[in-house]
Structure formats: C-alpha cells, structure tokens
C-alpha cells in the first residue's frame, strides 16, 4: 500500500503498544472470534513474559520491540530482543559467537527477531493486511538499520515462516534450515485410526506403551479454560523447575509468568495432569493454535514408565484429533518422537552478520548444513513408522 513515508520505532515496552494494535497486525485472523494461528506473538503472551520478569533487565533478554508506523498507523511490528547470550533460542550459534571472538570480535550484544524460549514455528515479521510488501521491507530493514547503528554484530530471526524466509532471502539475508518433529492429522477420526496407518511393529509398541503408561496406579486429567485452578500451575512450577534446571541450570519462565498467563490466556492452554494417590506427579502443558497443538514443557516428580510418552506425545495426538487441529508441534529435537508418528519437519530462520568476511564464512557453513540436514530428513521420513505402500503386513 502506497502512501507517506514509514517510520520506525524501536520500544522498550510491549506497553508502548495497545493490544489492539499489536494484535491487528500478530493476529489479524482473529477478527473472526477464532483463535490466532499460534499465541506465542500475541501481545498478551509478549506481555506475559516482560511482566513476569521472564524477560527484560538481568534475563538476557532485552525488549526491543520494533514499530514501523505509516500515517500514525501501526503497519507492522517484530517481538525484538537485544540478547546478551545464546540461550533459549534453539537455534544454535554458539560455534559462531566463539569463531568471531576467537577473532577479535564482540559477538554480544546481539539483535533477535523470535518469541523467547519457544521453539515453534510462526510469523516473525507481523503486518497488518493490506501493507504485506511495506510492511516486510520496512521491518527487516529498520532491524538491520538497527543493528548497523549501533554496531552490533549480527541480528537473527529465527523460527520464522517458509514465506518469511523467501523474503528475508530476496532481501540477502542467510538462511539456515534446521529439523524438527511435527506430527500430522491426516483427518483421522480418532487415536486408533491413526494406529491404523502405522506399520504393525509400530502400532503394536504405541499400544503397549499408553497401557504401561496408563497403568501408572492413578488418573491422566487434562484442563484448559475455566477448569484450570491455582493449584494446577503450583503442582506444574515443580515439574517445570525440576526440568529446568536439568536442562538449562536454571528455569527461563519465572512463577508470576504462568499466574500471568492463567489470567489472560487460559483458553490459549491445555494441561495435562497426572494424579496419583491424590497428588499430581507429572505434567504437560500445550499452547493452543489455530490449526496446530503446540507441546511446550514437561516435568514430574515421579518416574512411570512410558508416562512421558503418554502425556507429551499420545494425549497430544488426541487432543488434536478431537479439536480438529492439523498438526502437532513437539517442540524442539528428540528422534524418539519418530517411532511415536512424529515426522522430521524443516524449520527455517534469517540472519544477517555485520563482517563482510565472517558473513562470507558463514554463508558458505550454511550451504553444506542445509544439503545435511535435507539428506537427514528424506532418509529420517523413509524409517518413519508408517506402513510402506503395497506392503501387506501381518498382524
């Protein structure tokens, strides 16, 4: 859309915004009363983070919010983020920080385009309809502007859509492809239908592990909306701290983050609960979207064989069927998900690196990582567990 010209700002606050603002361009789709595609860039889980601390001063993490305004409209808008280091991104750069200060560079501070610790794929570049080429142009161009001026070393955006690579990539930027575990909804009816596509083999293990893992001695609950209560969040905060600190050392989401986000986005989520002996033991909390079930985080304080499956991956699988979803997003790595009917799926970021020389070296690493990781899925898919065509099995 053609007009005056564009102004960028950068904000230090997702309060800098209205929510209506924001959301018009993250999530116009939900005009219609519906959910957004995912929640993760909606300004009330950008909000849920920096209030509760989960981002901002001392986390590594420091809002950057980039505007870009036509008219005293908002156009566009990317959750940006100055980082002090290379944690909670999932997508991995750390042999690039140490290469470029091997060297004699200032790797950190950083610019990053993406939703803090969420390894789920979705628009980064957030426009409003009707300014899609403007609004694109002006944000990727105002981050690098950005970066230039205040002579930081690299900005990155990671977990981005494939569209939004085709652009950043027209606009010389690098792309980098990486894998991850989707599971897809061929319009089954229900779990069992889904076995029913599986090689016997297969079929068979996923049986005996949902028995195994439903037999752990007590109830598998699964709450969302109104039926999630205080007392959910406080038996999860212990699962979630006991995985966080053997993941990361430390938790990335602090405790007011998920009484922050049970206030605004309870609708958003669904988690799924095991109680035993009337106290809960283990846990899995899924993000709602659109068209896809996004699995997030999982702890316990007991160990069940196979109840990780179950709650992660199984409960998933039929939470999604039942709400029509298209697909499952599991969240990042793990090559067990693929006897489970999770597929290996190419995810995609951007990135744009100040040296000319070091951008050079780069480019040239991710050429052959994208040649590897292309090989890595088509021979990953072909021992997927689903049932070969024009193979009769026994049963």
Request: proline content about 4%; aromatic content about 12%.
């Amino acid at each position: 859309m053609d007009g005056s010209a564009v102004e960028i700002q950068v904000l230090a606050s997702i309060n800098q915004m209205t929510a209506a603002d924001w959301d018009a361009c993250a999530c116009p789709e939900t005009a219609d009363g519906g959910r957004p595609f995912d929640p993760f860039t909606t300004h009330r889980f950008l909000r849920a983070l920096e209030q509760s601390g989960s981002v901002g001063p001392g986390t590594g993490w420091q809002p950057q919010y980039l505007a870009a305004y036509q008219d005293g409209v908002l156009i566009a808008c990317a959750p940006l983020y100055a980082k002090g280091h290379s944690q909670g991104e999932y997508v991995f750069d750390h042999n690039w920080a140490h290469a470029y200060e091997s060297a004699g560079g200032r790797y950190y501070p950083k610019l990053q385009v993406a939703v803090p610790f969420t390894p789920a794929t979705g628009r980064r570049f957030l426009v409003r309809p009707g300014y899609e080429g403007l609004g694109h142009s002006a944000l990727v161009q105002g981050a690098v502007q950005v970066a230039e001026q205040n002579q930081l070393s690299s900005l990155h955006i990671t977990f981005c859509t494939e569209s939004e690579r085709a652009i950043g990539e027209e606009m010389q930027l690098l792309v980098r492809n990486g894998q991850q575990y989707h599971w897809l909804n061929d319009d089954y009816a229900d779990f069992d239908a889904f076995l029913t596509s599986l090689s016997s083999r297969k079929r068979k293990n996923i049986r005996k592990e949902r028995a195994q893992a439903q037999g752990f001695g007590g109830t598998i609950h699964a709450f969302s909306g109104a039926d999630l209560r205080p007392e959910h969040w406080d038996a999860f905060w212990t699962f979630y701290q006991d995985t966080g600190a053997r993941k990361w050392g430390s938790p990335y989401l602090t405790r007011a983050f998920f009484d922050l986000a049970h206030q605004t986005m309870a609708d958003d989520m669904t988690l799924v609960l095991a109680e035993r002996e009337g106290r809960y033991v283990a846990g899995a909390l899924n993000f709602m979207g659109r068209e896809t079930l996004f699995g997030r985080y999982w702890g316990c304080t007991e160990h069940h064989p196979c109840l990780h499956f179950e709650l992660c991956y199984y409960q998933a699988i039929d939470l999604a069927i039942a709400e029509g979803m298209q697909r499952v997003e599991a969240g990042a790595q793990g090559d067990h998900k693929l006897a489970r009917g999770y597929l290996p799926t190419m995810t995609h970021s951007l990135h744009w690196l100040r040296d000319p020389g070091f951008s050079d070296a780069v480019e040239r690493y991710l050429v052959a990582e994208r040649a590897a990781i292309e090989e890595e899925i088509e021979v990953l898919t072909d021992y997927g567990p689903f049932r070969k065509a024009n193979v009769e099995e026994q049963e």
